[in-house]
């Protein structure tokens, strides 16, 4: 039995008429009457009685005529949401992240995600920490590479670790420190330090900061930017030095040079999302992450 089964006896039963049902149905008559007699071999009863004054129902057909209506409804029911689900994925799933932190770990997974999500339009926005935990937080964003912890638990977001941060000295070509294979934070401390903005960028700005306390530099601070090729350019000016993310060697960098740091520590970066979100979308970007 086939639903166009239930939809032929369904048709036939109101309009008690072959004639008229085959042409409300849009098939050959002939084509009906055999449906209906396959229909009732099925079944094993008769369901209409056919004489030269038209078409009645039997009780048989009468009682199988409720449920056919009502199989044929759950059908279209289940057509309707099956729709819906789809319908679902056009909303734009949205993912910030920190270009400088992030640059070489998305691409694959998000590629990974559209294979998965093909109906799902994922937009990729380049944006502050301090910006994705606010859009986060509103729902303006579903997904935020953000980078530090701090942004994150600032306004309660939930974070999963995803990569880890080392930093670097970067320094103007002819800087004494140019020369060693790793720069002692104590070799920097009659410089002036370009920084990272702390209203965009507070996780990192804080990271660096208490890490350099911890080893008893006191960066003079001459001036904060928000990018890090901002910082780059000002370095490169030989007006002062820096402490940056070594994957921002992936910037153009001409004038400056990148040197490890001695006993730095390194930072956790991670991912962070709304704790109300149960998007489908994000659930599966989630299990995409590395472990």
Known sequence: ???????????????LSFTRAARKLRVAQPALSRQIRQLEDEVGVALLLRDRSGVQMT??????????????????????????????????????YVWGLFHSLLPPILDQLRVRFPHCPVNLLDLTAARQAQDLYERQLDAGFIGFA????????????VAECRFVAVLPLDHPAARKTKVPLALLAKDFFFTISDASYPGAS?????????????????????????????VASNRG???????????????????????FPQA??????????????????????PE
């Open 241 to 263: 030095v820096a402490i940056l993310p070594e994957s921002l060697r992936a910037l153009p960098h001409p004038g400056v040079v990148f040197r490890p740091l001695a006993d």
């Open 150 to 161: 701090h942004e994150a638990d600032t306004v309660g977001l939930m974070k999963r670790k």
């Open 59 to 96: 009780e048989s057909g009468q009682a199988f005529l409720v449920e056919a209506k009502a199989l044929l409804e759950q059908s279209e029911h289940a057509i309707r949401a099956a729709q819906q689900a789809e319908r679902k994925f056009e909303r734009p799933f949205n993912v910030g």
């Open 268 to 289: 956790e970066l991670y991912l962070a999302c709304n704790r109300t979100n149960h998007s489908p979308v994000l659930q599966g970007l989630l299990e995409l992450l």
């Open 206 to 234: 804080r990271f660096i900061a208490a890490a350099c306390a911890q080893s008893g530099l006191t960066p003079k601070v001459l001036q904060a930017a928000e990018r890090g090729f901002t910082v780059l350019g000002l």
């Open 1 to 15: 039995m086939e639903l166009r089964h239930l939809r032929y006896f369904v048709g036939v039963a109101e309009e």
